[in-house]
């Protein structure tokens, strides 16, 4: 049995800052990759930033260089720093794991969702 509890989504200023957050926990032998994912009404799912367990980073062209991704490995935890963000980021953001348990099962888990609404 494996969640993750997002926290830090809410109402911003464009030009303003967000910071969320995405905690692993349970029966959890490894986490491995761990992501940002968004929605907006009327649209699909989209990937916004990805890490790897080793930090390696990856960003949708629409958020580079206003976005950054970080973990802490030792916490479990996923972050999404979003500066300077627009009317066009708002979304439900989800937040997603690669999860190996403890019983050698692995699976890939979400996150409730958290509304992120940025105003103009």
């Known amino acids: 049995q494996v969640q993750l509890v997002e926290s830090g989504g809410g109402l911003v200023q464009a030009g303003g800052s967000l910071r969320l957050s995405c905690k692993a926990s349970?029966?959890?032998?490894?986490?491995?990759?761990m992501g940002w994912y968004r929605q907006a009404p009327g649209k699909q799912r989209e990937l916004v930033a990805a890490?790897?367990?080793?930090?390696?980073?990856n960003y949708a062209d629409s958020v580079k260089g206003r976005f950054a991704i970080s973990r802490d490995n030792a916490r479990n935890t996923v972050y999404l720093q979003m500066n300077s963000p627009k009317p066009e980021d708002t979304a439900v953001y989800y937040c997603?794991?690669?999860?190996?348990?403890?019983?050698?099962?692995?699976?890939?888990?979400w996150g409730q969702g958290t509304q992120v609404t940025v105003s103009s």
């Open positions: 890490i790897t367990s080793g930090g390696s980073t």
């Open positions: 349970g029966r959890i032998y490894r986490v491995n990759g």
């Open positions: 997603n794991a690669d999860v190996l348990d403890t019983r050698g099962f692995g699976d890939a888990y």
